[in-house]
């Protein structure tokens, strides 16, 4: 990494460290930002880019850890501050407020007033207008912004960005939701930018723009930075390589096992949308005995309320659920957990764990039925015994079970809510997104885990949005679009192509997955 | 320069472990600094007649804030124990005075014991329409519990026409009397009152750790949505803690009438404030999840010792209500600080790990 140490630095992060709840998000992690230039950030989703950014524009506070601009140490108590430090921040989210107009949202908190007389609204639909020039957006300044599709509504969020008069600018993904068009104003305005001496700091997961427009790269993984180079001294396979590591991904498919007779199927399963069609269009699929069953779709494909469907959260759906060959009669969530099934959520903290409650607490919840003396009275030691057994079975790293369930990595969550799951004692393990928001080590682990049930004879039923992890995880892979059931094929004759082209079937408009 | 600050931070971090050990003792601690307190500058205050008459007043605050911890673990809040109170005392008066008239001529009596089941029975009903009101047709607890405050306090206004129902002796020949037990009674020395709180107090504790559905009562408080995912009857956990809270205070219902041998249809007015400000003191978490049945009742007795007190101090009964939210105030501080002190101590460590 030569050469990364001349430039002129306008903010330095030292050592900053950020825990949450149940996830450190980045450790001990520095960066310099240069002046004039535009200072690229890349990582994998969950890597702390975004973490980063937060602290910056004063969103978030580090748990430890300095920051200092132009070699005085500053403190970024809130958005405010770093306003005043000349920091503007263009979020991934859009965050305009839709029921007012453009030159409004661009001007919110700091409008131009005409004394006692109020907001002069003509002079801020003229500056607004000059702004929106530059940008040459092609937006009139007093339209709504709700009434703006979010490609303009992301032109009008660095507008306003870039009329802060920013000394340092952060664009979270700005190209996200922009034409290739759009995107070419965009780098103008950029250099513009940099000409003037502001420092911009770029996060983007399209590594061929990065290339274009980037001079200084820095690469987060897991929290930390494991890379820090001029772009013209690097190529696209060094990113890569930095943002991977070698260790790559370990999906751990050892041992074949002998799958048994199907255990669990599903007939006709229909959930109706509130404004006509199907969110899950007749979807009829069987899952043998120890095998795993990936489903793939893109974003709203009907996963995830396939899964509720099956589970009896939704009370319009119908269609049948068999379980070892019985129809279930069960309505409720409650009956079809006690008739074998059992689902990890896709939100592990709004629809997994109960916060308020501690580890070993969490892993009983769903199971203290079977631990009862004469009908009421919980065996507390019974009850103990099962939940150690839970922990070691699936080596959770939890010291003293009686400790918040907060206390732990998000990996460790994830594997308590999995164990909750196995304690009810299923036949047929249902698992939405089961790597969402835990990182990598903890990932490999949780599939680990997947297969070692597997093994033992569970059926499992997983979805997910990653490609890779589909592929790798998966005996046989089921491909949902638009709330149907597109094709289901045995691992052995899938292809990456196949699966993508059919994830798109019911689309109208092709989308790419990034 | 990094060996200083981690250091530092060392030490932070013990500092604030003690302190989150005080705060976590702090009921504790407001108990017996009201007792040091007014044993020094009250007189009389450490008698045992004085004594006896303190737990029975912080006894029927106990009562209604047990019912009302629950309710607050799940999430919820239960205003309508104070017209309970004042609507089952007027049941129990009136079962004994007039008996139920039934349509052919006859009027029915019951013996005392009778009467009590009854009226518990109607404790239980009420609650059971809050929790039917909350979980069937989705009103806030708040404004459900404001409603049936209303109508309960209306009731028991209506029932006697605004008229207190005096003497209930009940009769020899009718085989009602004894009603004063509850109320006057002592069993080894102690107040019959304080035996049952003993009794419902240890049962709840017990129900909360060693029963299935009390277990339940702190997962739906801590997360609804995840509770229900893992199969608990979320519904039915909330009917139970609101018919619970009414049984409450229909037990303390038929005490206050016991006590006074009459039924005012006002008894009970503010009640509920004073059951909620228990529990909190007792360290319930308004926002659900957390609490405990030992901390509730410390907290009441905190709450009937400082009234008390006061009064036995002479201190006027305005300065009386100013001390008292000042204390409730100066609890939920306290609580607050001590979550984010202990978020803080958990983050730091988890930082430092990892």
Same mark, same amino acid.
């Given at each position: ?78 958005? /405010? ?59 009139? %300044? ?56 502001? *420092? ?20 987060? $993984? ?51 949308? *509130?404004?006509?069609?199907? %969110? ?10 120890? #095998? ?58 709004? #629809? ?25 009275? &919980? ?11 839970? &922990? ?27 164990? $909750? /799951? ?31 049930? /597997? ?21 046989? &892979? /089921? ?17 990456? #192509?196949?699966?993508?082209? %059919? ?10 997955? *990034? | ?18 302190? +989150? ?166 069993? +080894? ?64 219902? +038929? ?100």
């Amino acid at each position: 990494m030569s050469g990364s140490n001349d430039g002129d630095v306008i903010l330095e992060l030292k050592a900053i460290t950020k825990a949450y709840s149940g996830i450190v998000a980045l450790k001990k992690a520095d960066l310099k930002l240069r002046r004039g230039a535009v200072n690229v950030l890349v990582g994998e989703n969950g890597a702390g880019k975004s973490t980063m950014m937060r602290i910056i524009a004063g969103v978030e506070r580090p748990t430890l850890g300095e920051i200092w601009m132009d070699g005085a140490r500053i403190h970024l108590d809130s958005p /405010a501050d770093a306003v005043r430090h000349g920091i503007g921040i263009v979020f991934q989210e859009l965050n305009l407020f839709g029921n007012l107009s453009v030159a409004e949202n661009i001007f919110a908190t700091r409008e131009i007033t005409r004394g006692i007389r109020g907001i002069d609204h003509k002079a801020q639909v003229e500056k607004a207008n000059e702004f929106l020039n530059r940008l040459e957006a092609g937006i009139a %300044a007093d339209t709504l912004a709700e009434d703006l599709p979010i490609g303009q509504q992301q032109l009008v969020e660095i507008a306003r960005a870039v009329s802060l008069d920013t000394r340092i600018l952060i664009m979270d993904e700005p190209t996200s939701a922009l034409s290739a068009a759009e995107v070419d104003v965009l780098f103008r305005v950029i250099a513009d930018l940099k000409a003037r001496g502001v *420092a911009i700091v770029y996060i983007s997961h399209r590594l061929e723009e990065l290339m274009r427009i980037g001079d200084y790269v820095t690469v987060l $993984k897991d929290g930390q930075i494991t890379g820090h180079a001029m772009v013209k001294d690097i190529d696209t396979r060094w990113i890569v390589r930095s943002m991977i590591g070698s260790d790559a991904k370990d999906f751990a498919k050892e041992v074949d096992h002998e799958m048994g007779e199907e255990v669990f199927r599903t007939q006709d399963i229909c959930l109706p949308r *509130a404004q006509g069609g199907y %969110a899950v269009d007749h979807v009829s699929l069987g899952v043998r005995k120890g #095998e795993i069953l990936g489903i793939y779709g893109l974003m709203g494909a009907g996963r995830s309320e396939l899964f509720e469907c099956i589970m009896g959260r939704h009370e319009h759906s119908t269609g049948k659920v068999f379980v070892g060959g019985e129809a279930l009669k069960g309505r409720d969530t409650t009956k079809r957990i006690r008739e074998g099934l059992a689902l990890i959520p896709e939100d592990r903290q709004r #629809e997994g764990l109960v916060q308020s409650m501690s580890i070993a607490d969490n892993l009983s919840m769903a199971s203290l039925g079977q631990f009862l003396r004469a009908g009421f009275h &919980i065996d507390l030691k019974r009850e103990k015994t099962a939940i150690l057994e839970t &922990i070691r079975n699936l080596s959770i790293k939890a010291k003293n079970p009686e400790l918040d369930v907060t206390s732990m990595s998000g990996g460790n969550q994830q594997k308590v809510v999995i164990g $909750k /799951a196995l304690m009810t004692g299923p036949k047929v393990l249902l698992m939405d997104e089961p790597s969402r928001g835990i990182d990598v080590g903890a990932k490999a682990d949780v599939f680990r885990t997947m297969r070692q049930l /597997a093994g033992e004879g569970l059926a499992i039923l997983f979805s997910t949005s990653d490609l890779e992890e589909v592929m790798a995880l998966s005996d046989r &892979i /089921a491909v949902m679009s638009n709330g149907k059931l597109v094709t289901v094929v045995d691992r052995k004759d899938a292809t990456e #192509e196949m699966i993508v082209s %059919a994830s798109a079937a019911g689309h109208k408009t092709k989308r790419m997955h *990034a | 320069m990094t060996t200083a600050t981690q250091t530092a931070a060392g030490n932070s971090l013990s500092t604030g472990a003690a302190l +989150l050990t005080l705060m976590k003792l702090r009921t504790f601690i407001a108990l017996f600094a009201v007792i040091i307190f007014f044993s020094i500058f009250a007189p009389n205050f450490l008698s045992t007649a004085n004594m006896i008459l303190m737990s029975k007043h912080a006894t029927q605050n106990a009562f209604l804030a047990i019912g009302m911890t629950f309710v607050i673990i799940t999430g919820g809040i239960d205003l309508s124990v104070g017209s309970i109170v004042g609507l089952c005392g007027m049941i129990a008066g009136g079962l004994i005075m007039y008996g139920v008239a039934l349509p052919f001529g006859y009027t029915v009596y019951f013996n005392v014991f009778e009467v009590a089941v009854i009226v518990m029975a109607a404790g239980i009903v009420i609650g059971a329409v809050n929790g039917l009101l909350i979980t069937r047709l989705n009103v806030a607890p708040f404004i459900a519990t404001l409603g049936t405050l209303y109508v309960a306090r209306g009731m028991a206004l209506l029932y006697s026409d605004g008229q207190t129902l005096p003497h209930l002796t009940g009769r020899e020949d009718l085989g009602n009397q004894g009603f004063s037990y509850l109320g006057s009674g002592t069993i +080894l020395g102690l107040p019959v009152s304080v035996w049952i709180l003993i009794v419902v107090a240890l049962g709840a504790a017990y129900f909360a750790r060693f029963v299935p559905l009390g277990r339940h009562i702190f997962a739906v408080g801590g997360n609804e949505r995840a509770s229900r995912m893992s199969g608990i009857r979320v519904n039915r956990v909330k009917m139970f803690v609101y018919m619970f809270s009414g049984f409450c205070a229909a037990i303390v219902g +038929l005490v206050i009438s016991s006590e006074l041998m009459a039924s005012h249809p006002a008894t009970g007015t503010n009640l509920e404030l004073n059951a909620i400000a228990a529990a909190v003191l007792g360290g319930t978490s308004m926002s659900g999840g957390r609490g405990t049945i030992g901390g509730t009742i410390i907290g009441a007795f905190v709450i009937g010792i400082l009234s008390d007190g006061l009064v036995m101090m002479g201190v006027s009964s305005f300065w009386q209500m100013v001390i008292k939210g000042l204390v409730i105030i100066v609890a939920v501080v306290v609580d607050q600080a001590q979550r984010r002190l202990q978020q803080r101590v958990t983050l730091m460590q988890m930082a430092k790990a990892g």
